[in-house]
């Protein structure tokens, strides 16, 4: 519920990427969609379309709104679904009430209404969703048309989530009559995402560990050191960083590694704030860890049979299953979404997966190769984009070695406990300017807190993450 351009659409695609992550087959339905697709040729959708005194827009708006619901409705009722988000304005109480008449006693409902007043936010929305000057007048007049009618939620015997100004970071909620694990799990998720400011932008990198001396025997689990290939990466690493951070404003940036000692190696000249999560390490093979998977075959031949007909729900004999690794990360995936700092994250296909919107059953078959940066940008509406760069390991800085002992960690590192609020750990980080040559010199990014980030992708106080798994 809303006027165009709070962020509804950029909720529902979040929300659906969640439900769907923790396992709850999740549907987006999307009215504009429908409605543009039944669009004939010579129709024309300009302001004066969305007037609530023109008829003929209203047949066709609720022409997409029925197809959108039968579609809806005929997914409920089938034997996959099980969340439906519904991404509408449905800004008058009638709509509403239609709405509720639908689902009342047959499924579960719940609206989430999405209020901003801030006038900086609402114009970064409506250049995210217009390129051109002439479309956001037109934008801008058919808001005008919604709030002609627009009748916020106060009916208090309807369920549903009030986010009130929400999308700046500073707003509050309104939570009404709700109850049971997924309104719950969903309450708790909108909150999240709002901390950072829907507005805002920073990006997240993904890397695997350098290959690890298990990688190079094709042996699973253990805490084995680097290979050779992996020092070497371990040392192209920063460089590889540094260069796809802009260089004009400072912004900080965060490593997060698991507690294996392949990842801590992988991160360790990197010259920024390290934070180290257990939830981050990998999956737990059980009996089964240190062993190949022709070894497996060979001495559990039924474990073998039964991980590969299902590799998501397959759970290792007193270890774990890839549905248990994303209960475990689903905490690293909360703190994520409330950080406004870049974040380098050691990569486990859960997380991947999360932010990708990759369908459970197909996690544990992502390609995750070695040696390569994967650099994940936020969109406007909530989807992510993706860009990969390999790292050449022929040309590692031997330099590296002496600057930051096998012990050390550039930066500082820090473990995760319960209790410990990764942002508590890095609020006490200065920014720096992140200068390549100076930051990879001998001895140089110890104590480094920051680099730089511009504001056009960024945004104020927006900063980055990487994850080193």
């Not at 066709?60 to 197809?67: D, G, S, V």
């Not at 404003?249 to 801590?264: D, G």
């Not at 920024?272 to 737990?284: G, S, V």
């Amino acid at each position: 519920v809303g006027l165009p351009g709070r962020g509804k659409t950029f909720l529902c695609n979040k929300l659906c990427c969640y439900l769907n992550w923790l396992g709850h087959a999740t549907r987006h339905f999307n009215v504009g969609a429908y409605r543009r697709c039944q669009r004939s040729n010579d129709e024309v959708q300009d302001a004066g379309f969305f007037d609530h005194a023109n008829e003929a827009g209203v047949e066709a708006r609720n022409r997409a709104l029925h197809a959108a619901l039968d579609d809806l409705v005929a997914y409920l009722r089938s034997d996959s679904g099980q969340v439906a988000v519904f991404d509408a304005t449905n800004t008058t109480e009638s709509r509403r009430a239609l709405l509720r008449s639908k689902f009342h006693g047959v499924w579960q409902y719940l609206f989430i209404e999405t209020i901003c007043s801030d006038p900086l936010v609402l114009e970064h929305n409506y250049r995210n969703k217009m390129k051109y000057r002439r479309a956001v007048t037109d934008f801008l007049a058919r808001i005008a048309k919604y709030e002609e009618v627009y009748q916020p939620i106060v009916d208090r015997n309807l369920h549903y989530i009030k986010l009130i100004d929400m999308v700046t970071g500073r707003g509050h909620m309104d939570v009404n009559r709700i109850s049971g694990y997924l309104p719950g799990k969903t309450t708790f998720f909108l909150m999240q995402v709002c901390k950072a400011g829907i507005q805002s932008t920073r990006r997240i990198w993904l890397t695997r560990h350098g290959e690890s001396q298990y990688n190079q025997k094709a042996l699973i689990g253990g805490n084995s050191s680097l290979s050779e290939r992996g020092e070497r990466y371990s040392r192209c690493l920063p460089e590889a960083l540094i260069a796809r951070l802009p260089q004009d404003e400072p912004v900080s940036v965060a490593v997060w590694t698991s507690t294996l000692k392949r990842t801590i190696e992988t991160a360790r000249f990197l010259p920024f704030p390290k934070l180290r999560w257990k939830a981050l390490d990998e999956i737990n093979a059980g009996s089964c860890d240190g062993m190949t998977y022709e070894g497996i075959a060979e001495r559990y031949p039924h474990e073998y049979d039964a991980r590969k007909k299902d590799k998501l729900r397959y759970r290792y004999p007193a270890g774990e299953s890839y549905m248990d690794v994303i209960q475990r990360v689903e905490p690293v995936v909360i703190e994520l979404e409330r950080e406004r700092e870049c974040v380098v994250v050691a990569v486990l296909r859960a997380v991947y997966g999360y932010f990708m919107n990759v369908p459970p059953e197909d996690i544990p078959r992502l390609d995750m190769p070695l040696h390569t940066l994967i650099e994940l940008t936020p969109m406007p509406d909530g989807t992510m984009s993706e860009a990969r760069f390999p790292v050449d390991i022929n040309n590692a800085p031997e330099v590296m070695r002496g600057a930051v002992g096998a012990g050390s960690s550039g930066g500082g590192a820090v473990d995760h406990a319960p209790g410990l609020s990764p942002q508590s750990s890095l609020n006490s980080t200065a920014s720096c300017q992140h200068d390549a040559g100076r930051l990879l010199g001998a001895g140089a990014g110890a104590g480094a807190a920051g680099v730089a980030l511009s504001a056009q992708v960024a945004g104020p106080g927006a900063a980055a993450v990487l994850a080193v798994v």
